[in-house]
Nanobody
Framework: QVQLVESGGGQVQAGGSLRLSCLLSEYPNTYNRCLGWFRQTPGNEREGVAT????????YYADSVKGRFTISFDNARNTIYLQMNSLEPEDTAKYYC????????????????????????WGQGTQVTVSS
């Protein structure tokens, strides 16, 4: 059974950094798959943060995090990372990693649209709180 488990969240002051990790289990063949990070705050819709096409240099970012966040994937560890620098209070949210259905074609990372509907598998989330 496919499982995604996030870690690395916590509380940090504005301007600080955190690195989130997401371990994928039982997800065969991540090559050429689009994996992503999303975030959500209470009462608000889920927001796409970043996606990466595994095996390429293709990444997409929400405008609000460009230049501050970096998504990456470690094949040896089967782990997605989200390096978050220059954190702002507006980044406070629960962060989720996501992977698409095995039968979906995600070779162009869904055109970079950062839409949660393109993803089937989700982690349980990790809380990030940035204080001013």
């Amino acid at each position: 059974q496919v499982q995604l488990v996030e870690s690395g969240g916590g509380q940090v002051q504005a301007g600080g950094s955190l690195r989130l990790s997401c371990l994928l289990s039982e997800y065969p063949n991540t090559y050429n798959r689009c994996l992503g990070w999303f975030r959500q705050t209470p009462g608000n819709e889920r927001e796409g943060v970043a996606t990466i096409l595994v095996g390429s240099h293709i990444t997409y970012y929400a405008d609000s995090v460009k230049g501050r966040f970096t998504i990456s994937f470690d094949n040896a560890r089967n782990t997605i990372y989200l390096q978050m620098n220059s954190l702002e209070p507006e980044d406070t949210a629960k962060y989720y990693c996501a992977a698409p259905a095995l039968w979906s074609s995600s070779s162009d990372c869904f055109g970079g649209r950062l839409a949660g509907d393109d993803f089937l598998y989700w982690g349980q989330g990790t809380q990030v709180t940035v204080s001013s």
